[in-house]
């Protein structure tokens, strides 16, 4: 059973930073996909950044290219998403998201598509 739990969310003003972590237990995650979420109050969930746990490949959304970053530690089976300039736009439920890769179908952005959740952290950006 996958498990990821995510934390370092919190409050912070416009220009700040945060870093989230999902700490990932339960697979062989060498094989995993690895994404981030979020979702806004009265707002469909979207996709924030992704990371191929293999090969490192990632893909950002627009709106965060350039602000945000996402590594994984292979040691500590973690994924962080760096978050720099944030701005009040970005406040949502920031969930960390997982599932098995296929050749079939790549590293993906798709939120159906993937298969484990983690429970969200709320981030919050003050103007």
């Known amino acids: 059973q996958v ?3 995510e934390s370092g969310g919190g409050l912070v ?7 989230l972590s ?3 237990s339960g697979g062989i995650f060498s094989s995993y996909v ?3 979420f979020r979702q806004a109050p009265g707002k469909e969930r979207e996709f924030v950044a992704t990371i191929s746990w293999g090969t490192g490949t990632s893909y950002y959304a627009d709106s965060v290219k350039g602000r ?3 590594s994984r530690d292979n040691a500590k089976n973690t994924v962080y998403l760096q978050m720099n300039s944030l701005k009040p736009e970005d406040t949502a439920v ?3 998201a997982s599932y098995r890769y ?3 179908i790549g590293v993906v952005t798709t939120a159906r598509v993937y298969d484990y959740w983690g429970q969200g952290t709320q981030v919050t950006v003050s103007s």
């Open 3 to 5: 498990t990821l739990v």
């Open 13 to 19: 003003q416009a220009g700040g930073s945060l870093r």
């Open 22 to 24: 999902c700490e990932a």
């Open 34 to 36: 690895m994404g981030w």
């Open 68 to 70: 945000f970053a996402i």
């Open 94 to 96: 920031y969930y960390c």
């Open 102 to 104: 296929r050749a079939t």
